[in-house]
């Protein structure tokens, strides 16, 4: 097994996203996901309603700069489909920790979904592993939840990947849809017929009209434009979101160039 490991290494060379050689991830790389969660939508503009409702609570496992970008961009955009072991674990605890704040019942784990040019570019999409990895963590805290991909991004929407806070929002605005799928999930009426929760006909726990509750799950918070756009859409379809989870949260502008002159 050795042997074959170090043939594998000479024909398809391995190394950290900070550079490091020989390594999936180094220790160092790891250590900056390994501490606790912190909430961050107060940095993100664009979850602020501006009905007087808070903004939607949103829990980060790490600030998206240094080494935390380096992997998360090399994660999505470089193949480096090896990485999941480390950022699902990072976001396991985070929703295990996180868990505590949340009401009872059960809940639907919900990831963002990706425009159809970046899974095709992807060839997968990378948060829906993230949504089983939180759905995994809320469950070892003693939550009910699974994940389940009732969001989906149809037509020609680009990427958010270099847009700013207002054309983050035009670019949503009109993008992010329920599947049909979870049109029926989510309806109260559909519900009704089936008796229960959805996945569970007959369910016991919850009148068959309560809104199904739903935590989303995202790779970056950045203005909080594709988390406003999801809750939008989620709540205009029946269902109560009660919050989101995300790898990592830009600084605000302010901390991120403070930063900056302090490296």
């Given at each position: 097994m050795n042997a074959l490991r170090e043939l594998s290494r000479l024909l398809l060379?391995?190394?950290?996203?900070?550079?490091?050689?020989?390594?999936?991830?180094?220790?160092?790389?790891?250590?900056?996901l390994a501490g606790p969660p912190v909430r961050v939508e107060d940095a993100a503009p664009r979850l602020d309603r501006l009905d007087g409702v808070a903004p939607l609570p949103v829990w980060a496992q790490a600030r998206y700069a240094g080494p935390v970008r380096d992997v998360v961009v090399h994660w999505k955009d470089r193949g480096r489909a090896d990485l999941d072991g480390l950022l699902g674990r990072a976001i396991r605890r985070t929703a295990a920790a996180s868990a505590?704040?949340?009401?009872?019942?059960?809940?639907?784990?919900?990831?963002?979904p990706s425009s159809g040019a970046a899974r095709r570019s992807r060839g997968r999409e990378p948060v829906r592993v993230l949504a089983r990895e939180v759905a995994a963590g809320l469950r070892s805290a003693g939550a009910d939840a699974r994940p389940v991909a009732l969001l989906h991004r149809p037509g020609r929407a680009r990427d958010q990947v270099g847009l700013g806070t207002r054309a983050r929002g035009r670019n949503l605005a009109a993008a992010v849809r329920v599947t049909r799928r979870g049109r029926g999930l989510l309806d109260p009426a559909s519900r009704a017929v089936r008796g229960g929760?959805?996945?569970r006909p007959g369910a016991p726990g919850r009148a068959s009209g309560a809104p199904v509750q739903c935590l989303l799950v995202?790779?970056?918070?950045?203005?909080?434009?594709?988390?406003?756009?999801?809750?939008?859409?989620l709540e205009q379809a029946g269902a109560a979101v009660l919050g989101a989870i995300v790898l990592a949260a830009t600084p605000p502008p302010g901390r991120?160039?403070?930063e900056g002159r302090t490296r």
């Open positions: 060379p391995v190394a950290c996203p900070c550079g490091l050689p020989d390594v999936p991830w180094c220790a160092a790389c790891a250590a900056v505590a704040a949340l009401p009872g019942g059960r809940l639907l784990v919900v990831p963002v929760v959805p996945g995202d790779d970056v918070l950045t203005t909080g434009a594709t988390l406003a756009a999801a809750e939008r859409v991120a160039s403070r």
